[in-house]
């Protein structure tokens, strides 16, 4: 997803070997749209929130990363992770890809319509995306016209 070199004024001290975090995207705190360089928080599944700073090409709210990398301190921001590199995996559970649904993807699905499209495809949604986006018109608020945007939307993720 990225290549990342960290920036040397932004990380003090490396503190650990490398690492590998799994975990969801809930907030983008900064983003250089020339280069690429992140600041974001994200919740992983052994820990609380926690800041991630790299190089990343496409990344946002409710996304599920799993970053490699190295913890370090800043003397300014203090804890966080410099990611070397990322990778973008779909949402398992059906509550998780509601949040992923509701992160604003898809203009015009939001929190309302991510629940009725979870509750009526449960952990199958995903798949019904990609494989049956028709399917999703089927539902109150979304449309062929919708499930095709989201369709469109999982293929470039």
């Keep these: 997803m990225f290549d990342n070199n ?9 503190y650990n ?13 900064f983003k250089n749209e020339e280069n690429g360089y992140t600041v974001l928080k ?4 052994s820990s609380s929130e926690i800041t991630v700073v790299g190089k990343f090409v496409s990344v946002h709210i409710g996304s599920h990363l799993i970053v490699r990398g190295n913890e370090s301190s800043h003397s300014k921001y203090g804890s966080q992770f410099n990611a070397i590199s990322s990778t973008e995996t779909e949402p ?7 949040k992923y649904l509701a992160s604003g993807l898809v203009k015009g ?13 449960g952990e199958k949604t995903i798949e019904m995306i990609h494989k049956q986006p028709d399917a999703l018109a089927k539902i109150s608020g979304v449309g062929l016209h919708k499930a095709r945007l989201l369709q469109e939307a999982f293929t470039e993720q």
């Design 6 to 14: 960290s920036d040397p004024k932004t990380t003090n001290q490396s």
């Design 17 to 29: 070997s490398e690492k590998v975090i799994r975990g969801v995207v809930t907030r983008i705190v």
């Design 42 to 45: 994200m919740n992983s599944e």
């Design 92 to 98: 398992s559970s059906a509550k998780d890809i509601e």
């Design 109 to 121: 699905i939001g929190p309302k319509t991510a629940e009725r499209i979870v509750e009526f495809f």
